[in-house]
DNA sequence: TTGAAAGCGCTAACAA
DNA sequence: TTGTTAGCGCTTTCAA
């Protein structure tokens, strides 16, 4: 690879006016520039965004951090492809993680980013990897947190508002007749799935209508917790009417128990879950949810990075996006 | 961000020291290793990746570059995972991009991977993008290519037989004793696409059955297509019996399709994709598809740049993953 | 076993 | 407007 040098010898230059050049200083004769972007043109020259991430440590190195969970749910990759698009138009790269909300891997990557050097991160804490994420904060790194929070630190943030999200689902269940609702609850270490919950309680409270300790089950917000609970839910002397999932996975999990055991869906059992997805309307019946803006989500966060970046001196930002209940067959 | 220098200053000893001791070399006293390790312990110091990518022009930078069409879909994200694992394993972090397909942000990423000096690059090439991948082949940057090939180069490939996925589904449809099967199609552009109408016309050939052009139409791997060109069929004044999608997207935009006409699967239309999806079995009625082990693609392409890596030597490896036909109930 | 010093490719302060 | 030079944090000879 060629490198800033090459450049210089062969355009008759110095490494210095061809830095200019590159950074488009304007202190450079327009015949120079000519002649030295000539001689780039012809070395196929790249200059090196290493050399430079370590030499400029003022200034912008144009890379991002992201550590999702796991890619593979689509919210995960919906948040990233927000995150990228702004990206990318700000001509930044993205290193991208999946922590499999494991402290290990967090750390890991974690210190992966310090030591690429990475402008920010963008990430969902769990409660778990609180303290990586604090001393990372700490140290000066930029951070973006995404979908939760965090206690104790004044940190920008973008969130969805899990709680009136839930809370529509339940209200419109109650407005439907059914009081017997179960819920299919997300790890209680994770704070948008105690903030669903939260919003589940919300509903029951401000309706008037007891809680029955027996519907409210935890799963892990994957598709097997998902249909376990549900087949419990459904095994039970007086089951539930109508059932509302913390998540993607949870609710087709519950969706496939319920066609196991041949109930209608909504006459038998109605169903709605948390989080959109692009098949969602293809289900039998086309499901119910609760959407979460991730893709503005990742956006959000990534503008939000960039403008800190630019800006260090910019006020803490919370925000908090609001889901949007979406009506199909199931309830 | 403390560096070498502030461990060697705070130890006592040289950068040249604990630079071995970072590296663990043998060339080091134990009573040494372990006071430079404990001053390395309470700076908290973390050895900058950038200054050793820049410094060790030999050695490995731990980092992976993968730019891939979309996160969005599925297939994409089950590679990048399994990219993501065999990575993860060995310390490598990942620059993971999306490209839209799109030539200019390929070319952009492309530069992206150059410029941060990544140990090596794992893509899909398109046709437009041939171009530049060559070239950043040639200028010595290991590539290995997933799911689609390239012509005119020796370069490692991990593909999945499409022509032998897309014949496998034809001829159960067959055996299932339709004549009048469809085919919605990808674009030409891509390899797989290609390949994926070559099985289904050699299924025909080798059943001794003509093809009617009218049933083989070619959308662009989008839902939307997938659903227009399904209607397209539909309305022939002798529709098709059975519909081959040739992607997961247009096979649900088919089933939207299908089912808006009320008509039933697969009494009235036989429904069968290429690409599994985590919602196929819940999908009304539950899809029958190939499956592309795209995890494994991942994992292998990531092995194999791996393996490249430490020995540049080995022969090129030109691998095909065989896809499965998994029958649900659409057909 | 340890240290001094060169240099990776670049930016930026200073000089001319 | 252009060039010289120091130095970012590290690895790696070479010498001690």
């Not at 499999?100 to 804490?125: Q, T």
């Not at 969130?159 to 609702?181: P, Y």
């Not at 309706?207 to 998902?226: F, K």
């Not at 609970?229 to 998540?247: G, I, R, Y």
Request: hydrophobic share 40%.
């Amino acid at each position: 690879m060629p490198s800033l040098n090459d450049v210089a010898k062969l355009s008759g230059y110095s490494i210095a006016t061809v830095s200019r050049v590159i950074n488009g200083s304007d202190k450079v004769t327009p015949s120079t520039r000519e002649s030295v972007e000539k001689a780039m043109e012809s070395l196929g020259y790249l200059p090196s965004r290493v050399a430079r991430r370590l030499r400029q440590k003022g200034g912008l190195r144009h890379l991002l951090g992201v550590i999702l969970p796991n890619i593979q749910n689509p919210i995960n990759a919906e948040i990233a492809r927000g995150i990228e698009d702004i990206a990318y138009a700000n001509r930044f790269a993205v290193i991208l993680c999946n922590s499999d909300d494991k402290y290990e891997k967090e750390k890991f990557y974690l210190d992966v980013m310090r030591a690429e050097s990475v402008d920010g991160v963008i990430l969902p804490p769990n409660q778990e990897s609180n303290a990586a994420v604090l001393e990372v904060i700490e140290k000066g790194m930029p951070v973006v947190l995404v979908d939760r929070a965090i206690r104790g630190v004044q940190v920008d943030t973008v969130e969805v508002d899990n709680v009136i999200g839930a809370k529509a689902a339940i209200d419109h269940l109650i407005q439907l007749g059914h009081t017997r609702i179960a819920m299919i609850a997300g790890p209680g270490s994770i704070s948008n799935s105690r903030q669903r919950k939260r919003g589940f309680e919300k509903a029951f409270k401000e309706a008037n209508l007891p809680i029955d300790p027996e519907l409210v089950r935890t799963g892990d917000y994957t598709q097997s917790t998902g249909r376990a609970l549900a087949e419990e839910l459904l095994d039970l002397t007086s089951p539930p009417t109508a059932v509302f999932a913390s998540n993607n996975f949870m609710a087709v999990g519950a969706l496939e128990a319920i066609h196991k055991r041949n109930l209608r869906i909504p006459e038998d059992v109605a169903l709605i879950g948390f989080d959109d997805f692009p098949w969602a309307e293809s289900l039998d019946p086309p499901l119910s949810v609760v959407k979460q803006p991730a893709y503005e989500v990742g956006q959000t966060a990534a503008q939000l990075l960039l403008d800190r970046l630019s800006n260090p001196d910019l006020p803490i930002s919370k925000l908090r996006l609001s889901p949007e209940l979406i009506l199909r067959k199931s309830c």
